[in-house]
């Protein structure tokens, strides 16, 4: 045999990949796929508990906004996993009697202007919040609900929202004066 056909034999058997190139690459693969994931499910959670704070701060805002321009005062009600914006005569009525006070108010000539909004959180998120001056987390749902109170000044109680998700959690303070996130707290798994 020539040197040159030996060459060309040599160079075709060399073209294909062995079996432990083909493993290793494979095995490679898997875990930057895993990796992938595992950072996919994580920002998931991130992005919920983020976009889940910017909802109610974006309600809180709207709250002190509306109270300083109607001049009367106005609350978020933290209730069965729901916060919802209201005037303050609404909100510190037990929830089971309100469709009638409704109803005696707007056969009475209702009053007008009154604003309302509310925001959902997902399924499986759970709220808590912690007053002012206090250590404890309070649970919302159906049998335990907190009224966040908005005066026509502009005020409003320091609170804080505690979010849960799975292992996940966010904490969230807020300003008494502009009704703004103060300071953010998080572990996100």
């Not at 062995?18 to 992938?36: F, P, Q, S």
């Not at 609404?90 to 309302?116: S, V």
């Not at 001056?133 to 609170?159: H, L, M, Y």
Request: proline residues 4%; contains cysteine; negative net charge.
């Amino acid at each position: 045999m020539t040197g040159a056909a030996r060459a060309r034999a040599t160079e075709s058997a060399r073209a294909g990949f062995t079996l432990l190139e083909v493993i290793v690459v494979l095995l490679l693969i898997a875990v930057v796929t895993g990796g992938a994931i595992t950072v996919m499910i994580s920002s998931s959670d991130e992005r919920a508990l983020k976009n889940s704070s910017g909802e109610i701060e974006a309600l809180a805002k709207r709250a002190r906004t509306i109270a300083a321009l109607q001049q009367r005062p106005y609350a978020l009600e933290f209730f069965e996993n729901r916060v919802s914006l209201m005037p303050l005569a609404e909100a510190i009525i037990d929830p089971a009697e309100r469709e009638k006070a409704a109803a005696l108010l707007e056969a009475a000539g209702g009053e007008n202007g009154t604003i309302h909004a509310s925001w959902s959180a997902d399924g499986d998120m759970r709220m808590l919040v912690r007053r002012w001056a206090s250590d404890t987390w309070n649970p919302i749902d159906s049998k335990n609900r907190q009224v966040w109170r908005f005066d026509p000044e502009g005020f409003c109680e320091p609170v804080g929202v505690r979010l849960e998700t799975g292992k996940s959690w966010m904490e969230v303070e807020f300003h008494p004066l502009t009704a703004s996130v103060r300071y953010t707290f998080k572990e996100v798994y």
